[in-house]
T-cell receptor, first 116, second 113 residues
């Protein structure tokens, strides 16, 4: 069974500082990996995804993530935080093969606070 | 274009009552998903519909939960004899097929009193 661990339920950064949100996965084969963002009282929006092409994935709003098989990690970064980045971020995994690649398994989420 | 819509946005019900939650997917999307978001369990997969295929119900937590998708479009999630532990935000998502990005609706917040 697959699982995702997000280290740190709450991360606080200053505006303009580096954002680093950590995600580690557990899977018997390299999976597909996703980062979603959720603003208050809204649904989830896809930031970026890894589907076995380039290991460095660029997403929307200046975010990027790097797939590191040796570390089973898919950490999300942004060089300079903006106030509008304050939200909850979810890492998710799905199978890359077999018949259940639609089924997302989510981490517990990381709440990002950006301080002025 | 219109995104995924869900209704109602909020639902308060008494323990033991039945509730129906509705999801209108993006037009043309053949895949539809239901997830549950709760404080204790986080985001959990509930059920998946793809075209006319049999749905994957493996995430439904008990037989009090059921869902249908009529005409390959609108879906209804029904919870019978609601319990307090059913209180959560129920999210619906849709995609062109299972291989494509899932677009999420704003959710229905269910509170069981």
């Amino acid at each position: 069974a697959q699982s995702v661990t997000q280290l740190g339920s709450h991360v606080s950064v200053s505006e303009g500082a580096l954002v680093l949100l950590r995600c580690n996965y557990s899977s018997s084969v390299p999976p597909y990996l996703f980062w979603y963002v959720q603003y208050p009282n809204q649904g989830l929006q896809l930031l970026l995804k890894y589907t076995s092409a380039a290991t460095l994935v660029k997403g929307i709003n200046g975010f990027e993530a790097e797939f590191k098989k040796s570390e089973t990690s898919f950490h999300l970064t942004k060089p300079s935080a903006h106030m509008s980045d304050a939200a909850e971020y979810f890492c998710a995994v799905s199978e890359s093969s077999g018949g259940s690649n639609y089924k997302l398994t989510f981490g517990k989420g990381t709440l990002l606070t950006v301080n002025p | 274009g219109a995104g995924v819509s869900q209704s109602p946005s909020n639902k308060v019900t008494e323990k033991g009552k039945d509730v129906e939650l509705r999801c209108d997917p993006i037009s043309g999307h053949t895949a539809l998903y239901w997830y549950r978001q709760s404080l204790g369990q986080g985001l959990e997969f509930l059920i998946y519909f793809q075209g006319n295929s049999a749905p994957d119900k493996s995430g439904l937590p008990s037989d009090r939960f059921s869902a249908e998708r009529t005409g390959g479009s609108v879906s209804t999630l029904t919870i019978q004899r609601t319990q307090q532990e059913d209180s959560a935000v129920y999210l619906c998502a849709s995609s062109w097929t299972s291989l494509y990005e899932q677009y999420f609706g704003p959710g229905t917040r269910l509170t069981v009193t």
